[in-house]
C-alpha cells in the first residue's frame, strides 16, 4: 500500500444527480394517478395499470407523441428514464349506429330502435314455428 509521511488533503469528487420528469397527459380525459413525476437518470419505471377515463371514448394506452406515430406503452410495461418526456393518453371515439327494425305491419316485442357501438353482431334469424324474426347480440 501507500505510507502517508505528510499531511495530505483530500478533495471530494461529486457526481450531480440528474433527475427527469415523467408526465402524462390524459389528452382531455381525467387521470387520478399521478400526472408528474421525477425520476433519477437511468430509472426503470412501469407504465401505471390505472387508465384514464373521457365519456365517449375508449382508452388504448400511453404514446409519445400525441398523434399516436411515437412509442406505445400499455400498462405494466416498463422502459429506462433518461430524458423528460410527455405520455399522451391515446383514445378510439366510441361510435354508436341506430338499428330500426321494421316488420312491415308484423308484430315485434322489443324496441324497434336499438343502439348499437361500432363493431357489434347482430344476428337476425327467421323463427318457423312463430313466422316472426328473432335476432340477438354477440
Not at 347482430?122 to 328473432?134: A, M, V
Amino acid at each position: 500500500g501507500n505510507t502517508i509521511k505528510e499531511n495530505v488533503i483530500l478533495y471530494s469528487q461529486w457526481e450531480k444527480i440528474v433527475y427527469y420528469t415523467v408526465t402524462y397527459d390524459a389528452d382531455g380525459g381525467n387521470f387520478s394517478g399521478n400526472i408528474s413525476q421525477k425520476y433519477e437518470n437511468g430509472s426503470k419505471i412501469t407504465i401505471p395499470a390505472e387508465e384514464p377515463k373521457k365519456t365517449g371514448y375508449v382508452f388504448y394506452g400511453w404514446n409519445t407523441q400525441k398523434d399516436g406515430s411515437g412509442v406505445s406503452y400499455s400498462a405494466g410495461n416498463s422502459f429506462n428514464v433518461d430524458s423528460d418526456i410527455t405520455l399522451y393518453a391515446q383514445w378510439k371515439k366510441i361510435v354508436y349506429y341506430t338499428v330500426t327494425y321494421d316488420t312491415d305491419g308484423g308484430y315485434f316485442s322489443g324496441n324497434a330502435n336499438q343502439k348499437y357501438e361500432t363493431g357489434s353482431k347482430i344476428y337476425l334469424y327467421w323463427l318457423e314455428h312463430t313466422e316472426r324474426w328473432k335476432w340477438s347480440i354477440v
